[in-house]
């Protein structure tokens, strides 16, 4: 039996709660101030997780005000940029509306965090690019396993491959004394919002199946995934074949009609924007999700697919790929809304 985040019942709780927490603490204030984060809730890990977000955010934005006309990699830069990170971590002090989202995301990362802490760090190995020094700085909010993540993120360096982390985190794994138990932590969660914390897990018997229904499943995931032609019935009209092409401009078709409800550009457009990275324009929630759910939780895998994706040159190079390399290879199911979400990201690159 393997046992992995329930990713989908993880996020909508983690909205469900920061609105809870979110609408009692401003009830009685206008703001929130650093130290008030830092006792914000019970749960220490999701207060240092949101001075986390907070900070990457942080850190995000200001990387991309960055002037043409300065030399941000001079040593003194650096260091002034620094203590003007530190200078401002000083007087944090944030309104509601902007305070919800970072409170949402860091209930969301600490619930991966407290179940699956190897899967979450290698995320953040490979969100970040392997940047070790700022993982090393960032081991101040980790609060939970921290002999974990402290002895896994000082071992790894720049050039550690994804199998020689797995292979250094499956060692410590071996220590019940590098982790915290999870069941008090994820009851604490339920005291602030109930909630049984078994549903925080997803369970997957792939044993209770018999050879029968295994034999039946398999074969119900081939017919979905190499989408075989509909054969032709006595008292129907034949149909065509149903292509990767069709299936995926349905898909669209779909996402734009729902695209109608959201807001229109001046032009009267209803377009979602052009994107020039599908791997920057992926958040981090949505990334967990798709590693999970298309991937079967190989983070690399995920990876190296992005990039081979971000560098065709058309939609129809990407269709192609995505049809003969990564759908027969994942079995994707083309209806799922996770698919569909995927293909809407890989389509607005080509716009």
């Given at each position: 039996?393997?046992?992995?985040?329930?990713?989908?019942?993880?996020?909508?709780?983690?909205?469900?709660?920061?609105?809870?927490?979110?609408?009692?603490?401003?009830?009685?204030?206008?703001?929130?101030?650093?130290?008030?984060?830092?006792?914000?809730?019970?749960?220490?890990?999701?207060?240092?997780?949101?001075?986390?977000?907070?900070?990457?955010?942080?850190?995000?934005?200001?990387?991309?005000?960055?002037?043409?006309?300065?030399?941000?990699?001079?040593?003194?830069?650096?260091?002034?940029?620094?203590?003007?990170?530190?200078?401002?971590?000083?007087?944090?002090?944030?309104?509601?509306?902007?305070?919800?989202?970072?409170?949402?995301k860091a209930i969301y990362e600490a619930i991966i965090y407290i179940i699956n802490p190897k899967e979450y760090?290698?995320?953040?190995?490979?969100?970040?690019?392997?940047?070790?020094?700022?993982?090393?700085?960032?081991?101040?909010?980790?609060?939970?396993?921290?002999?974990?993540?402290?002895?896994?993120?000082?071992?790894?360096?720049?050039?550690?491959?994804?199998?020689?982390?797995?292979?250094?985190?499956?060692?410590?794994?071996?220590?019940?004394?590098?982790?915290?138990?999870?069941?008090?932590?994820?009851?604490?969660?339920?005291?602030?919002?109930?909630?049984?914390?078994?549903?925080?897990?997803?369970?997957?018997?792939?044993?209770?199946?018999?050879?029968?229904?295994?034999?039946?499943?398999?074969?119900?995931?081939?017919?979905?995934?190499?989408?075989?032609?509909?054969?032709?019935?006595?008292?129907?009209?034949?149909?065509?074949?149903?292509?990767?092409?069709?299936?995926?401009?349905?898909?669209?078709?779909?996402?734009?009609?729902?695209?109608?409800?959201?807001?229109?550009?001046?032009?009267?457009?209803?377009?979602?924007?052009?994107?020039?990275?599908?791997?920057?324009?992926?958040?981090?929630?949505?990334?967990?999700?798709?590693?999970?759910?298309?991937?079967?939780?190989?983070?690399?895998?995920?990876?190296?697919?992005?990039?081979?994706?971000?560098?065709?040159?058309?939609?129809?190079?990407?269709?192609?790929?995505?049809?003969?390399?990564?759908?027969?290879?994942?079995?994707?199911?083309?209806?799922?809304?996770?698919?569909?979400?995927?293909?809407?990201?890989?389509?607005?690159?080509?716009?």
């Open positions: 039996m393997s046992v992995r985040v329930n990713l989908p019942k993880s996020e909508s709780y983690s909205v469900a709660l920061a609105e809870k927490l979110t609408s009692e603490f401003f009830s009685n204030n206008l703001t929130i101030s650093g130290s008030q984060i830092v006792r914000f809730c019970k749960i220490d890990q999701v207060n240092f997780f949101v001075l986390k977000v907070l900070m990457d955010k942080w850190k995000e934005e200001t990387t991309k005000l960055r002037s043409p006309y300065f030399d941000y990699e001079n040593e003194e830069v650096k260091n002034g940029v620094e203590v003007f990170l530190n200078l401002l971590s000083n007087h944090i002090l944030i309104k509601k509306e902007f305070f919800r989202p970072l409170l949402q760090i290698n995320a953040e190995l490979i969100q970040s690019g392997q940047n070790i020094e700022g993982l090393k700085k960032n081991l101040k909010f980790f609060k939970v396993h921290k002999r974990f993540s402290e002895s896994i993120i000082n071992k790894v360096k720049p050039d550690t491959k994804e199998n020689e982390y797995n292979e250094m985190a499956s060692l410590y794994s071996e220590h019940s004394d590098y982790f915290d138990s999870i069941q008090p932590i994820l009851e604490q969660f339920s005291s602030l919002l109930v909630i049984n914390p078994k549903e925080f897990i997803l369970e997957e018997q792939v044993t209770s199946l018999n050879v029968e229904e295994r034999k039946e499943s398999s074969s119900n995931t081939k017919k979905s995934i190499d989408i075989p032609p509909v054969m032709e019935s006595p008292s129907s009209p034949a149909k065509e074949n149903t292509t990767l092409n069709q299936t995926y401009s349905k898909a669209q078709l779909t996402l734009n009609d729902m695209l109608k409800q959201q807001n229109v550009s001046n032009s009267g457009v209803h377009v979602k924007s052009k994107i020039f990275d599908i791997k920057s324009a992926i958040p981090l929630n949505q990334k967990f999700i798709f590693i999970s759910e298309l991937f079967s939780g190989h983070s690399g895998e995920y990876e190296a697919a992005i990039a081979e994706i971000n560098n065709c040159s058309e939609l129809e190079e990407a269709k192609q790929l995505l049809k003969d390399k990564y759908l027969p290879k994942w079995k994707w199911d083309l209806t799922s809304k996770t698919v569909q979400d995927f293909f809407e990201i890989v389509s607005r690159k080509f716009y």
